[in-house]
């Protein structure tokens, strides 16, 4: 089954996992807790809104999402640390949240912690599950991409928090708000397209 088929002719459920770390206040890999050290300015008639650039760092969280395809729903974790007993912890949330009887093929970066002996065991426990993983340099390949983006666009990037309870109370609103309005994930590139990008991509490790 190649990578695009869950997109054009997606089964019954179509989970889209991932700990991608986004770039957030340039922390490339996790995302940090930025405090700015005067409130900011809000927008009024002839001053616009302003905001400072100094900021204190406080520590980091590592979001774990999946999207589901079929319903555009995200189901979010923030944890500490990114690493292969975090993301099985994730794994039995979704496995949780998902009703029984329902097969779940979940799209994953091409990365070590999805691979480690610990998931590999996860995973020959629970026959349900189906792992993909995206070539090497294609993580656009996976949907839940989309997410992380407007999250760190309309909630991240601009935000100031007080610690890591503050960033993740705020990343868990932004989830439900998505989830009030959510819709199914369409890919709006041509199938064609997408199959070429991925015959131009080195296949993924396994």
């Not at 292969?84 to 979704?94: I, T, Y």
């Not at 970066?109 to 996860?122: I, L, S």
């Amino acid at each position: 089954m190649s990578l695009a088929s869950p997109w054009i002719h997606p089964p019954t459920r179509w989970c889209c996992p991932s700990t991608i770390l986004r770039q957030a206040q340039d922390e490339e890999s996790q995302i940090q807790a930025l405090e700015r050290t005067r409130p900011d300015r809000p927008l009024a008639p002839g001053h616009p809104a302003a905001q400072t650039h100094d900021y204190t760092r406080h520590d980091t969280t590592t979001l774990f999402a999946a999207l589901d395809a079929l319903a555009g729903t995200v189901l979010g974790r923030g944890m500490q640390r990114h690493q292969n007993s975090e993301f099985v912890r994730f794994l039995n949330a979704v496995e949780a949240a998902v009703p029984t009887g329902k097969a779940i093929h979940a799209i994953l970066d091409n990365v070590a912690p999805h691979k480690h002996p610990k998931v590999r065991a996860w995973l020959a426990r629970h026959p349900r599950w189906t792992f993909h993983f995206t070539p090497t340099s294609a993580s656009w390949l996976n949907a839940v991409e989309g997410f992380f983006s407007a999250l760190t666009r309309r909630r991240l990037r601009r935000g100031s928090f007080t610690g890591v309870v503050d960033l993740q109370a705020a990343i868990k609103r932004y989830i439900a708000e998505h989830n009030r309005r959510a819709r199914p994930f369409v890919w709006t590139k041509p199938a064609t397209d997408i199959l070429a990008a991925v015959s131009r991509s080195p296949e993924p490790s396994v």
